[in-house]
């Protein structure tokens, strides 16, 4: 099939790009490098550069003849989508608005959407939370995951595209962007190897369900399976709080880093963690890479970078 993926030089897409080549699939990759690099993207996919937010995508599509959308792109951190929500929505909302109406236009079989466990479900009251929790998001972030979900439902029923909405976990891996918020293991990881002191927020009890990249690649093909439809929490049902990814990465990599915490961050989720048992029972996926093993795999891609 040919496949565009928003986003496909970025540290998900890029992933996913390599999987749907190594599964026999065109790739197109529609990315405006404002976050994605070059050397993420594989040899075999054929980059368009663009902003998703340009009404050239409408051309794109119409020449193109795009059998499946996967759609990534997007602004990632949640400090940004607090401090300029409008900015975030012409991202995140807008801009998914404008690829939907050239993916209904042109006739797409199928949306793949990134979507965010971690964060449309808000304060868990359940544990691992599953598709059917309640949605209260506590970000513009969240909101905008959220507002798309709805929409994808509606080109659906307007239209007859299938979608697929993925609700990622904490994803971790090689590829990850150290700067900025997202991502405390690659933040870690990279202060720890270029011997600057790492800061825990608080008192490190915060838990997440971190999901390595490849295996959330694996999702995302598994996603391209005719009968996928709807929405998938895509996790490992397990959590893990900051100290113990903070002692992890501490005894491979710098043994004699002290622990220092600082300030706890106002509002901060105290506990995230997703069911995957709806993805497994209907499309085969489950989890292959344990923590520790996913940290080592991490830990060895930036050891190359320095």
């Known amino acids: 099939m040919k496949i565009a993926i928003t986003g496909g030089a970025g540290f998900i897409g890029s992933h996913v790009a390599d999987t749907y080549i190594a599964a026999g699939h065109e790739v197109v990759i529609l990315d405006n490098f404002s976050s ?3 050397e993420n993207v594989n040899e075999s996919a054929r ?14 599509f119409k020449n193109e003849k795009f059998d499946i959308v996967n759609h990534h792109a997007a602004q990632i951190d949640v400090r940004i989508s607090v401090n300029n929500p409008l900015l975030d929505a012409k991202l995140n909302i807008l801009g998914g608005l404008n690829v939907y109406e050239a993916a209904a236009k042109y006739k797409v079989k199928k949306i793949i959407f990134a979507s965010s466990g971690g964060t449309v479900y808000g304060e868990q009251n ?28 509606y ?11 993925l ?11 150290p700067h900025g918020e997202a991502g405390v293991v690659a933040i870690f990881t990279n202060k720890l190897l270029d011997g600057q002191q790492p800061t825990i927020n608080g008192n490190g009890k915060q838990t997440r369900d971190y999901v390595y990249v490849a295996d ?35 005894d491979s990599v710098n043994p004699q880093c002290e622990e220092i915490h600082g300030e706890a961050k106002p509002g901060e989720q105290q506990r995230s963690v997703i069911s995957y048992q709806k993805i497994y029972d209907e499309l085969g ?22």
């Open 216 to 250: 959330v690649a694996r999702a995302n093909l598994a996603a391209l399976k005719e009968h996928a439809q709807g929405i998938y929490n895509v996790g490992t049902a397990e959590e893990i709080d900051v100290n113990t990814i903070f002692r992890k990465l501490r």
């Open 285 to 306: 996926w489950k989890p292959q890479m344990d923590f520790t093993s996913g940290l080592k795999q991490t830990v060895g891609f930036f050891y190359q970078q320095i």
């Open 126 to 153: 359940e544990f691992p939370a599953t598709e059917a929790h309640p949605t209260n998001p506590c970000s513009p972030y969240g909101i905008a995951k959220l507002a798309n979900e709805h929409y994808l439902f």
């Open 47 to 60: 980059v368009i550069e663009i902003d998703i937010t340009s009404a050239d995508i409408d051309l794109i």
């Open 167 to 177: 609700r990622y976990g904490n994803v971790y891996g090689p590829r990850q962007n």
């Open 36 to 38: 994605g690099k070059h």
């Open 155 to 165: 080109y659906q029923k307007q239209y007859g595209i299938k979608y697929v909405a």
